[in-house]
């Protein structure tokens, strides 16, 4: 058998071989087209050979015979041997480089280049097998047919991996879409259950309101009666402690009226920061010292100017009396976010408990022995009335801050 016959056979069953790997082979694509990539320039005989996938006139090196290095590397197509070959859809033999640069440029100190492209079953073109020698040279027939071969291969391998991903990333897509919607619903129930429940609270509270205040009038006027007759000072005293109980009685029945009634909002541009301001000089009226930080420029909102001063005072009082002696409430107006101003109350002193938190704003819910539990009730209907949000935050380093977000105009 003669030499050229024997090397002939030897390409042929060395081709089998490599065919045979790719047939079998389990590993990851990685493996895959690295064994493609080597397969080439051992069979071509040629220095380099790599395996690009190209998009959006950027390829990338996914294998490479030679340098490992150059896996993961991206190049622009423009003015390249593979843009040219990615632009055409067909195979460029250049035998020489230096002798045609209209083809474009090689990497450096390689003067000759086989590039095949990848094309899919649909005809698309999705990256080459490109081979670079650093003599020029020649490319026969049979070479040119085996590294086709070899493209074949590549592009259904890569087009599946690309398929497979795009799937993979629409189903984690649609996931976190559909994980992130059902939170929404959840919330939106819970919310729509918490309202509904205080809803039944607030009619239940009022029928009791309204059963209770008849009698208590008749007893406030039975009182009032008797405050004008001559009595001891023992009985006196026991009169003013009664009607000092009646007048307790009559301002929760006013609170519990004030809750379950309907927040009919008479909607006008609000001032915000003119109304902070207000509220603050109400507040220091009462002997309590007031920073105001954020009023110099003027924020503005849709609301019922009434009420939200009622829920703003409200806040303040409560920021009042869990106070330290002597250290100030501070009020703030925030517009850094747009479309929104935050209104704080923070106050030092003692930190409310974090399993509490959730529950400030909750009907007849309250920290303090005598409290009704209706006060920050009435400002979360009246903040939610205005589609806002009220929120608490309480920690031992920076107090407690309850904030009220509403929607700018």
Same mark, same amino acid.
């Given at each position: 058998?003669?030499?050229?016959?024997?090397?002939?056979?030897?390409?042929?069953?060395?081709?089998?071989?490599?065919?045979?790997?790719?047939?079998?082979?389990?590993?990851?694509?990685?493996?895959?087209?690295?064994?493609?990539?080597?397969?080439?320039?051992?069979?071509?005989?040629?220095?380099?050979?790599?395996?690009?996938?190209?998009?959006?006139?950027?390829?990338?090196?996914?294998?490479?015979?030679?340098?490992?290095?150059?896996?993961?590397?991206?190049?622009?197509?423009?003015?390249?041997?593979?843009?040219?070959?990615?632009?055409?859809?067909?195979?460029?033999?250049?035998?020489?480089?230096?002798?045609?640069?209209?083809?474009?440029?090689?990497?450096?100190?390689?003067?000759?280049?086989?590039?095949?492209?990848?094309?899919?079953?649909?005809?698309?073109?999705?990256?080459?097998?490109?081979?670079?020698?650093?003599?020029?040279?020649?490319?026969?027939?049979?070479?040119?047919?085996?590294?086709?071969?070899?493209?074949?291969?590549?592009?259904?391998?890569?087009?599946?991996?690309?398929?497979?991903?795009?799937?993979?990333?629409?189903?984690?897509?649609?996931?976190?879409?559909?994980?992130?919607?059902?939170?929404?619903?959840?919330?939106?129930?819970?919310?729509?259950?918490?309202?509904?429940?205080?809803?039944?609270?607030?009619?239940?509270?009022?029928? !009791? %309101?309204? &059963? @209770?205040?008849?009698? +208590?009038?008749?007893?406030?006027?039975?009182? $009032?009666?008797?405050? *004008?007759?001559?009595?001891?000072?023992?009985?006196?005293?026991?009169?003013?402690?009664?009607?000092?109980?009646?007048?307790?009685?009559?301002?929760?029945?006013?609170?519990?009226?004030?809750?379950?009634?309907?927040?009919?909002?008479?909607?006008?541009?609000?001032?915000?920061?003119?109304?902070?301001?207000?509220?603050?000089?109400?507040?220091?009226?009462?002997?309590?010292?007031?920073?105001?930080?954020?009023?110099?420029?003027?924020?503005?909102?849709?609301?019922?100017?009434?009420?939200?001063?009622?829920?703003?005072?409200?806040?303040?009082?409560?920021?009042?009396?869990?106070?330290?002696?002597?250290?100030?409430?501070?009020?703030?107006?925030?517009?850094?976010?747009?479309?929104?101003?935050?209104?704080?109350?923070?106050?030092?002193?003692?930190? !409310? %408990?974090? &399993? @509490?938190?959730?529950? +400030?704003?909750?009907?007849?819910?309250?920290? $303090?022995?005598?409290? *009704?539990?209706?006060?920050?009730?009435?400002?979360?209907?009246?903040?939610?009335?205005?589609?806002?949000?009220?929120?608490?935050?309480?920690?031992?380093?920076?107090?407690?801050?309850?904030?009220?977000?509403?929607?700018?105009?």
């Amino acid at each position: 058998m003669s030499l050229a016959n024997t090397k002939t056979w030897h390409n042929a069953e060395r081709l089998l071989e490599i065919l045979h790997a790719l047939s079998y082979r389990t590993g990851n694509l990685g493996d895959y087209l690295q064994t493609i990539a080597s397969g080439v320039s051992e069979l071509v005989g040629v220095d380099w050979s790599v395996v690009t996938f190209c998009e959006d006139d950027v390829e990338q090196v996914v294998a490479s015979s030679l340098d490992a290095g150059a896996v993961g590397q991206s190049y622009s197509l423009h003015g390249l041997l593979t843009g040219y070959v990615v632009a055409h859809g067909h195979s460029l033999v250049v035998n020489d480089v230096e002798q045609h640069p209209e083809y474009g440029c090689g990497p450096p100190g390689y003067r000759s280049y086989l590039g095949i492209p990848l094309r899919t079953p649909q005809g698309q073109v999705i990256g080459t097998i490109c081979s670079f020698h650093r003599q020029p040279r020649s490319f026969e027939d049979g070479e040119i047919r085996i590294v086709e071969m070899f493209a074949e291969r590549a592009a259904i391998v890569l087009d599946n991996y690309h398929l497979y991903e795009r799937e993979r990333r629409f189903h984690s897509h649609l996931e976190t879409e559909v994980h992130q919607r059902t939170e929404q619903l959840r919330a939106a129930q819970a919310q729509l259950v918490e309202r509904e429940r205080l809803a039944a609270i607030g009619e239940f509270a009022a029928s !009791i %309101a309204h &059963e @209770i205040r008849n009698p +208590l009038t008749t007893i406030a006027g039975v009182l $009032r009666r008797l405050q *004008t007759l001559a009595l001891s000072a023992a009985y006196r005293e026991y009169l003013d402690l009664a009607s000092g109980e009646v007048g307790r009685l009559e301002r929760l029945l006013q609170e519990i009226l004030m809750y379950a009634r309907p927040q009919a909002l008479q909607l006008e541009a609000v001032d915000l920061t003119a109304l902070v301001q207000e509220v603050a000089e109400e507040l220091h009226l009462q002997g309590q010292p007031v920073q105001c930080t954020g009023t110099g420029a003027s924020a503005r909102a849709m609301g019922d100017r009434d009420k939200l001063k009622q829920a703003l005072v409200n806040l303040g009082r409560n920021a009042c009396e869990a106070s330290p002696p002597g250290e100030p409430v501070r009020l703030a107006l925030d517009w850094s976010e747009p479309g929104c101003v935050r209104i704080s109350v923070h106050n030092g002193g003692e930190p !409310i %408990a974090p &399993e @509490i938190l959730p529950r +400030l704003g909750e009907p007849f819910f309250s920290t $303090r022995a005598s409290g *009704t539990g209706l006060g920050l009730a009435i400002v979360r209907r009246i903040v939610e009335a205005h589609r806002g949000e009220l929120t608490f935050h309480s920690t031992a380093a920076q107090g407690t801050t309850a904030q009220v977000r509403l929607t700018t105009c």
